[in-house]
């Protein structure tokens, strides 16, 4: 199985940006996408983003237009670009692999992204 290592998060203020990469322990290469999620304290886990390794991307509402995620198949790894943070992007991110509406691999520890306002 496939294991996930997220990295990159910090404390930043309202308009911030933070890059958080995801290295897996295997290859990604044919996997039907890769997803970046966040869950705020209280809440449940939410989709961001997903990356096909066609390059293929796909936004939900909340971050379409301010983050950008990305995939270097060779390395291994998923990026998730944050621009104009707002304090609502305070969360635990999380990647792993997508398929369908789901996450369907195991999840890491997750890397903790808080915006001050």
């Known amino acids: 199985q496939v294991r996930f290592e997220e990295s990159g998060g910090g404390v930043v203020q309202l308009g911030g940006s933070l890059k958080l990469t995801c290295r897996a322990s295997?290859?990604?290469?044919?996997?039907?996408?890769m997803g970046w999620y966040r869950q705020a304290p209280g809440k449940k886990r939410d989709l961001v983003a997903t990356?096909?390794?066609?390059?293929?991307?796909t936004y939900s509402e909340f971050v379409k237009g301010r983050f950008t995620i990305s995939a270097d198949i060779a390395k291994n790894t998923v990026y998730l670009e944050m621009n104009g943070l707002k304090p609502e992007d305070t969360a635990v991110y999380y990647c792993?692999?997508?398929?369908?509406?789901?996450?369907?691999?195991?999840w890491g520890q997750g890397t903790q992204v808080t915006v001050n306002s």
């Open positions: 295997g290859s990604i290469a044919g996997l039907p996408a």
């Open positions: 990356v096909t390794e066609d390059g293929e991307t």
């Open positions: 792993n692999i997508h398929l369908g509406r789901f996450a369907v691999g195991i």
